[in-house]
């Protein structure tokens, strides 16, 4: 045999190299194979997780705390923008009491401004009625929910009753096991 010849015939072959060669490119394709196989049950994992968040979200959402924030929402957000010009103390307290002291003190600020001075002067009445409403965020403590309210106004500057139908997100707030008005941004 000669110095040319190497070990099983290949010429300028090392003893080992080719089997440390060979291990190591079974040993990345084993990595890939279990990377593989890991991602996939990872991602199917994962997957029925968010199935199962969204099952527990949507009976959340539809559950016995997100209904009475809704019901409370819609009680007090009719509340807050109904009044009578004959009445406004009375009903500007009955509206403040469904609200938290923050949204309290910008509610009352408002109704100084611009209701009191003017809805004598112009026999202004407003009555709402929540037409629709539903909760797009609830947890055990607050919540989001979206009300559909029309909005009868009268005064004697209209030759008739004005309807205005209006969206808005009302922010609840559960304060002592009661739930609050936080906000209220029409949409």
Sequence with gaps: MSGAETVAGR?????????RAAAVAVAIALVLVVAALLGIVLHRL???NDRQ?????AAYLGGPAAQAAEASASREA???????YKTLAANFATAEAGMTPSFRASYLKSTETLVTPTAPKTQ???TAAVTAGGVSQASA???????FVDQTVTNN???HPRLDRSRIE????????KWLINNLVPL
């Design 170 to 177: 009302v922010s609840m707030v559960k304060v002592n096991g």
């Design 11 to 19: 010429p300028g072959g090392v003893p080992g190299r080719d089997l």
């Design 46 to 48: 994962s997957a029925q």
């Design 157 to 159: 500057l209209l030759a």
């Design 141 to 147: 403590t607050t919540a989001t929910v979206l009300l």
């Design 78 to 84: 009719t509340a807050t923008l109904t009044y009578n």
């Design 53 to 57: 968040h969204a099952a527990a979200t």
């Design 124 to 126: 202004a009445d407003s």
